[in-house]
């Protein structure tokens, strides 16, 4: 299985543009690259999901170059309320968490 | 939009007792997972269910047993409980879109278990 390797944590402003990168050096072929958010006490929550290149939703972007290596979770003009885990899953079907990068959002 | 149900939301036990935890999916899902999330901890893989039939199975202790059944709500068996049981068990369902890869799982809110 593919590991993930990701900031610990990360610190931003309200309305700035934040961006994390996942690496995942051994990504399978069939192997998606997909975004779950959780709070703390609730489950994880789905974000987005891509096989390469950008994907775009009313929430993110994911950005994935060609060798699909890494990936990159833009989150534009967070919010207080973004604060949050953010998990960068390879999935094959079941989902394998590995340790999430804490996002902590300042007024 | 129905969202996945767990019950109990919150469950005390003794050690060494036994605690069943129960999942219904969103409906016309066909695919539950159970996780587990200890203090502090990142959710690990329990085991998942297809169609009623395991699926794959993750680090569940021999302890613990689930099941699917046919109106594919799912529970989680876990007996002999220990301290080191305490935590969030979060249940997931989806639809196999195996021809598009999506995957996107949906969560329940989870049982929190505490053994005492």
């Known amino acids: 299985l593919a590991k993930t390797t990701q900031p610990i944590s990360m610190d931003s402003y309200e309305g700035q543009e934040v961006n994390i990168t996942c690496s995942h050096n051994?990504?399978?072929?069939?192997?998606?690259i997909t975004w779950y958010q959780q709070f703390p006490s609730q489950g994880p929550r789905f974000i987005i999901q891509?096989?390469?290149t950008k994907v775009t939703n009313e929430v993110a972007s994911l950005f994935i170059p060609a060798d699909r290596k890494s990936s990159t979770l833009s989150l534009p003009r967070v919010s207080l309320s973004d604060t949050a885990v953010y998990y960068c899953l390879v999935v094959g079907g079941k989902l394998i968490f590995g340790q999430g990068t804490e996002l902590s959002v300042k007024p | 939009a129905a969202g996945v149900i767990q019950s109990p939301r919150h469950l005390i036990k003794e050690k060494r007792e036994t605690a069943t935890l129960k999942c219904y999916p969103i409906p016309r899902h066909d695919t539950v997972y159970w996780y587990q999330q200890g203090p502090g901890q990142d959710p690990q893989f329990l085991i998942s269910?297809?169609?009623?039939?395991?699926?794959d199975k993750g680090s569940i202790p021999d302890r613990f047993s689930a099941q699917q059944f046919s109106d594919y709500h799912s529970e989680l068996n876990m007996s002999s409980l220990e301290l080191g049981d305490s935590a969030l068990y979060f249940c997931?369902?989806?639809?196999?879109?195996?021809?598009?890869?999506?995957?996107?799982?949906?969560f329940g809110p989870g049982t929190r278990l505490t053994v005492l």
């Open positions: 997931a369902s989806s639809s196999m879109l195996r021809d598009r890869g999506l995957n996107e799982q949906f």
């Open positions: 891509g096989y390469k």
């Open positions: 269910f297809y169609e009623k039939m395991q699926s």
């Open positions: 051994n990504i399978a072929t069939n192997d998606y």
